[in-house]
């Protein structure tokens, strides 16, 4: 049975283990990339059978994979700064991004 997640798109997080902050814009309800990504990738093993979320990462250019155990909820979100935010969503406000209905490709 598939865990629910625990996280919402366009919700702000924190990264546990390598202290990076993101926003959510998609979620796998299982790991849904290649056994080598995970082998080269994921370090810590985390369960494939639980959520995984694709981040755009704060100050960053580049988008991670991240398991639900290794996450948690900005206790006081902010927004992000990345090039692709205005891709996924269409603003920010009471501490969450709101999703582009008509996302860009």
Do not use: C
């Not at 948690?72 to 991004?97: L, T």
């Amino acid at each position: 049975m598939t865990k629910q997640a625990m996280f919402n798109v366009g919700q702000v997080v924190n990264h546990k283990l390598f202290n990076y902050r993101g926003v959510i814009y998609e979620i796998d309800p299982i790991f849904m990339l290649s056994t080598q990504w995970y082998e080269q990738m994921a370090k810590s093993r985390p369960p494939k059978d639980e959520p995984w979320y694709h981040i755009l990462v704060d100050n960053g250019v580049h988008n991670t994979y991240v398991a639900q155990q290794n996450l948690s909820a900005e206790p006081e979100p902010g927004p992000i700064r990345h090039p692709a935010i205005d891709d996924f969503f269409v603003g920010f406000s009471n501490g969450r991004y709101y999703v582009r209905k008509n996302r860009l490709q």
